[in-house]
T-cell receptor, first 109, second 117 residues
Framework: GQNIDQPTEMTATEGAIVQINCTYQ??????LFWYQQHAGEAPTFLSY????GLEEKGRFSSFLSRSKGYSYLLLKELQMKDSASYLC??????????FGAGTRLAVHP | GAVVSQHPSWVICKSGTSVKIECRSL??????MFWYRQFPKQSLMLMAT?????????EQGVEKDKFLINHASLTLSTLTVTSAHPEDSSFYIC?????????????FGPGTRLTVL
């Protein structure tokens, strides 16, 4: 079966760092996506991890441990516009994405 | 970059009517497209995989006769919500892999907001 677990809500202060964790159990695994979604909009791509380790891309970094079924998204120098939902999505066979419930991040001044 | 469009962006219909939503890949071919549904403050739920030239593959719990999917060409998939009811009101989003066999790119359409009165 499929199981994806991430915190429901998080709050942080502008300029701070926040880490959003995701654990997953899926049948078939190619890699793991992180998406950002603002209310009423489609998701936008943030990162895709295939290999274990940390991948840094500007203010956003993503980590994957395949053996532990664990990933995290690290957001640095938080800005107000980073307030959004962050979706963890393991990719199984046939390019199919299964999304977690998402983490709603609220950034405060 | 690759673009996926959806039409209409929003639709309001009466209960009992059918609504068709189109998903198009604008500058690439997509033999597979995915349809998602999202209720307010919830995540995207995969409904079905649309396959060009063959039947769609539906996720468990999704009614095939209720949500008709037709992948008419390499650039177009349609989702028809038949006999829509207020509980079908939701945000419907499609996506397509960016290149044949590629697992590292998924392009999402902008979504269609359906409201059933």
């Amino acid at each position: 079966g499929q199981n994806i677990d991430q915190p429901t809500e998080m709050t942080a202060t502008e300029g701070a760092i926040v880490q959003i964790n995701c654990t997953y159990q899926t049948s078939g695994f190619n890699g793991l996506f992180w998406y950002q979604q603002h209310a009423g909009e489609a998701p936008t791509f943030l990162s895709y991890n295939v290999l274990d380790g940390l991948e840094e891309k500007g203010r956003f970094s993503s980590f994957l441990s395949r053996s532990k079924g664990y990933s995290y998204l690290l957001l640095k120098e938080l800005q107000m516009k980073d307030s959004a939902s962050y979706l963890c999505a393991p990719s199984g066979g046939y390019n199919k994405l299964i999304f977690g419930a998402g983490t709603r991040l609220a950034v405060h001044p | 970059g690759a673009v996926v469009s959806q039409h209409p962006s929003w639709v309001i219909c009466k209960s009992g009517t059918s609504v068709k939503i189109e998903c198009r890949s604008l500058d690439f071919q997509a033999t597979t497209m995915f349809w998602y549904r999202q209720f307010p403050k919830q995540s995207l739920m995969l409904m079905a995989t649309s396959n060009e030239g063959s039947k769609a593959t539906y996720e468990q719990g999704v009614e095939k006769d209720k949500f008709l999917i037709n992948h008419a060409s390499l650039t177009l998939s349609t989702l028809t919500v038949t006999s829509a009811h207020p509980e079908d009101s939701s945000f419907y989003i499609c996506s397509a892999p960016g290149a044949s066999g590629s697992t590292d790119t998924q392009y999402f359409g902008p979504g269609t907001r359906l409201t059933v009165l």
